[in-house]
């Protein structure tokens, strides 16, 4: 019988906890993100009836340099920030265009 090495993680209480852990912060940030979402969407929808342009370059690179530090504080790769947090403003500006349209 071959051994089954998720077989004997799955009594490990230990990893248990620290996986548990990680899922309430996943649901966490999944709760976030879909406000975060819920309040760009609502920006949207304001600049298209006020007639702003979807992207506003100077707030973005703002924000990535506000959350680059912020990264630096709490020792998060500032790298990885600025990706996940284009990735984010990526979006938001697909759906404000989306919006903009009409």
Known sequence: ???????SHASDPVLAGFR??????DAALIHILAERFRITQAVGE????VTLPPAD???EARQIARLR?????ADLDP????????????????????AAAG
């Open 1 to 7: 019988m071959a051994h089954d090495p998720q077989a």
């Open 46 to 49: 304001y600049k298209a009836r």
């Open 20 to 25: 548990k852990s990680i899922d309430n912060i």
């Open 57 to 59: 370059p100077d707030r």
């Open 69 to 73: 530090k912020l990264s630096e504080e």
């Open 79 to 98: 790298e990885f920030s600025e990706k996940f947090l284009r990735f984010i403003i990526d979006e938001v500006i697909r759906h404000h265009e989306r």
